[in-house]
Nanobody
Framework: VQFVESGGGSVQPGGTLRLSCAASGSIYRIYALAWFRQAPGKQRELVASIEDGGRTTYADSVKGRFTISRNNVENTVYLQMNSLKPEDTAVYYC??????????????WGQGTQVTVSS
């Protein structure tokens, strides 16, 4: 399964964006899906994850501001981002969350979607 991210853009601090991730096939049997991001000059990091049962986890930096969700019928993963901060500026990617694989060793990444938070 491959993923196509969309919904990024430029917003002011405090603004909101909703990212979407369309899968090329069924995500029903994928145990965990996640959003990652990579800021300029930094390593890619896990932002949020969601298991097939609905359990979610978030990076401390986005807790209370971001919400991840998945729709197994539409084969889509979403990331609702509220109260955006300049430090949220990054390229955002969605992918299957491979719990035992270092992020740098993931075999596939999509194009991502750029999020820029600036006044």
């Amino acid at each position: 399964v491959q993923f196509v991210e969309s919904g990024g853009g430029s917003v002011q601090p405090g603004g909101t964006l909703r990212l979407s991730c369309a899968a090329s096939g069924s995500i029903y049997r994928i145990y965990a899906l996640a959003w990652f991001r990579q800021a300029p000059g930094k390593q890619r990091e896990l932002v949020a994850s969601i298991e097939d049962g609905g359990r979610t986890t978030y990076a401390d930096s986005v807790k209370g501001r971001f919400t991840i969700s998945r729709n197994n019928v539409e084969n889509t993963v979403y990331l609702q981002m509220n109260s955006l901060k300049p430090e949220d500026t990054a390229v955002y990617y969605c992918n299957e969350w491979l719990l035992l694989t270092p992020i740098d060793d993931y075999p596939y990444w999509g194009q991502g979607t750029q999020v820029t938070v600036s006044s």
